[in-house]
């Protein structure tokens, strides 16, 4: 696993002699960084600092910028050196190696920087603290790609989007490890994203309300409020995320819980029209919100299934739409009540366009959609119209896919950003989910939060970043230039299969569904030799992991996450190929000899997934995660 990061430089200035140049580049090519900057200039030469200065700050630091300084200061006296810290004038900054200065007027634009690197100097001018931050982001990865010193370059770059974040799904069934999640605090601040959200439905350890989340390793209220400020010294939001409507089977099936469901036959959304709904949720905000310093708050309110249980009579009388939105205005004022702005998904409202124009303008509306073409250009406009902020909220494309689905997340992601972008959104929330149960491992999304932030950061400037080229660079940091592609080529085998799936991809399929007759509409249009065809390249695939040279300190993790999902998705090839040789109806009646052949290699999959979950995630949720596959595998031993 990869070691906690400090906020700080982490020894981007003298220890770059001992970094090599990254694959891909050579000292006369401009350096690739994440997300590519909107304005870069290579120039002549490199710095190399001496080994004792001074770093000039402009006047009235504030604890953030000396924070920072400090970092800077004690890498470079790491090398030897004595380097102070020095307060000084606006017009005396020339005159030091190396300066930092907070100069709204020289950068307007929030978040915004100017770094100059030339042979004897290096100099940051920046909007705000944040703007400093984010230059020592680009420094260090200028500093991955170098040797001998860091290349002179001039770059000027700011945001396209104010809020750029990631929702990580910790409620279908993997809840992270502090570790992990500190980790991924550093990766997504070095990616300049500024917000982060865990989506809760039942793992926070709600107190008297055990019975929810006792068997899933919750996050407890201490471990919110270390992660909540380990983010602020990286300057990222943690913002609370509890779904409030639907998706609350994990509560509304326990006897204390059921009376609130719309329908305890099938518990899954709170009974709009029953007012201990709204008690109930109050209760859980009191407990969850003071653990946050964020001001925004995701409640949620998607999927809901109205109408067919004990709201039905008030669904008839005054429709569907109208009984969801009274109850999301409920929500809204709890909401208001404990001072926070509520985010709500916003996939009902838009079912139903007529409530638009009632949205109060203090919510945020979050446009989620995970296909290519999915309409963000009409919704986001829309917003627009009616003047209700709204963030755009693509997908990483990695839930019930095993592998991704990459060309699919590189235009959902497109399409979520340009229109975003031109039509003012107020955030782009990339979300992670674990449908399914979760059996994607982390580097399956490594592309996604990374093609994220750089569309997020700057539009124009990465659409057509060379994706691979940079996960090479700072996410798999692969001095063999191979895990890029490969990450990348692997997310596209799902278009070898020969049956294009919406929101997910057939081996997946194939793994979910093996319960279901060979002749049910989910098999329609499967055919032998796409699934060879698909086995075969994720195999030729695989050989180039030998070649990988990945730096990462989790870089045999990452590889063995890379082969157990492949292995995942080979086997549900495997076995629609079985199913439909021998067009048997059932799983249990394929011949012996192959359900033998099928189970000893479902039995490994299953060892090695118990394995790599526990590497980086908590054990809760890991029964049910592996339940599905160990149906499959008691349904091939059936005698």
Not at 73 to 98: F, I
Not at 303 to 314: F, I, M, P, Y
Not at 475 to 492: C, P, R, S, T, Y
């Amino acid at each position: 696993m990869m070691k906690r990061g400090n906020l700080g430089w982490r020894a981007v200035l003298l220890c770059v002699a001992s970094l090599a140049f990254a694959a891909h580049g050579t000292e006369k090519d401009v350096p690739i960084l994440l997300p590519a900057p909107r304005q870069i200039e290579l120039k002549e030469g490199l710095f190399s600092p001496p080994k004792n200065g001074t770093i000039a700050l402009s006047p009235r630091v504030d604890d953030a910028l000396l924070r920072i300084a400090q970092s800077a200061q004690k890498h470079l006296q790491g090398q030897g050196g004595t380097w102070e810290l020095r307060a000084v004038a606006p017009a005396a900054l020339d005159a030091y190696p190396a300066a930092i200065s907070i100069a709204p007027e020289l950068c307007p634009q929030n978040e915004g920087y100017t770094l100059k690197i030339a042979p004897d100097r290096l100099s940051i001018t920046a909007h705000d603290v944040r703007g400093v931050f984010y230059a020592i982001q680009t420094i260090k990865q200028l500093a991955r790609q170098s040797r001998g010193g860091l290349p002179c370059v001039e770059i000027a770059d700011w945001p396209d989007i104010p809020n750029r974040g990631v929702m990580l799904d910790i409620s279908r069934n993997k809840v992270p490890k502090m570790e992990t999640l500190f980790q991924l605090v550093d990766f997504f601040a070095e990616m300049k994203f500024n917000q982060i959200q865990l989506y809760m439905e039942h793992t926070f350890a709600y107190r008297g309300h055990e019975t929810a989340w006792q068997e899933f390793s919750p996050m407890t209220p201490e471990q919110v409020l270390a992660l909540d400020a380990y983010c602020r010294e990286r300057f990222i939001e943690l913002a609370p995320n509890q779904n409030s409507f639907a998706h609350l089977e994990w509560w509304l099936k326990h006897d204390r819980y059921k009376g609130l469901a719309e329908n305890p036959a099938a518990p899954f959304t709170l009974n709009p029209v029953d007012p201990q709904a709204i008690e109930f949720l109050g209760g859980l905000y009191d407990d969850l919100l003071p653990n946050f310093t964020s001001a925004n708050f995701n409640v949620g309110c998607d999927e809901t299934d109205l109408g067919n249980g004990k709201s039905k009579e008030a669904c008839a009388k005054q429709g569907v739409a109208r009984v969801y939105f009274d109850f999301l205005m409920k929500v809204h004022e709890l909401v208001k009540q404990r001072g926070h702005t509520m985010q709500f998904w916003a996939d009902i409202i838009f079912n139903h366009p007529e409530l638009i124009p009632e949205l109060p303008k203090d919510v945020t509306a979050m446009l989620w959609g995970y296909e290519a073409d999915h309409p963000y250009a009409n919704q986001t406009q829309r917003m627009k119209e009616v003047g209700v902020p709204f963030y755009v909220c693509p997908g990483t494309s990695s839930w019930n896919c095993l592998l991704g689905r990459t060309d699919n997340m590189i235009g959902n992601m497109r399409n979520a950003a340009e229109n975003g972008t031109k039509n003012g959104a107020r955030g782009l929330l990339v979300t992670d989910w674990g449908d399914g149960g979760h059996w994607q491992y982390l580097p399956i999304s490594f592309a996604g939060y990374a093609y994220a932030a750089a569309l997020s950061w700057s539009f124009d400037a990465n659409r057509n970043l060379d994706l691979a080229r940079a996960l090479d660079a700072h996410v798999f940091q692969d001095e063999a230039g191979v895990m890029g592609q490969f990450a990348l080529d692997l997310g596209n085998t799902y278009k070898e299969n020969g049956k294009l799936l919406g929101n997910e991809a057939l081996p997946a399929l194939l793994l979910y569904s093996h319960g279901l007759p060979s002749n049910d509409k989910e098999f329609k249009g499967i055919k032998r030799r796409p699934l060879e065809k698909s086995i075969k390249a994720i195999g030729k695939l695989l050989t180039q992991l030998e070649k990988s040279e990945m730096r990462r300190g989790d870089a045999q993790l990452v590889v063995d996450e890379f082969k157990n999902n492949a292995a995942m998705a080979i086997h549900g090839l495997r076995l629609g190929i079985a199913r439909l040789s021998s067009k048997e109806l059932n799983v249990a009646q394929l011949p012996a000899n192959e359900r033998a052949e099928l189970a000893a290699d479902l039995g490994r999959i299953i060892a090695e997934h118990r394995r790599l979950w526990l590497e980086r995630n908590r054990e809760g949720g890991l029964q049910y995660s592996t339940k599905g596959l160990e149906a499959l595998l008691a349904a091939y031993k059936t005698p």
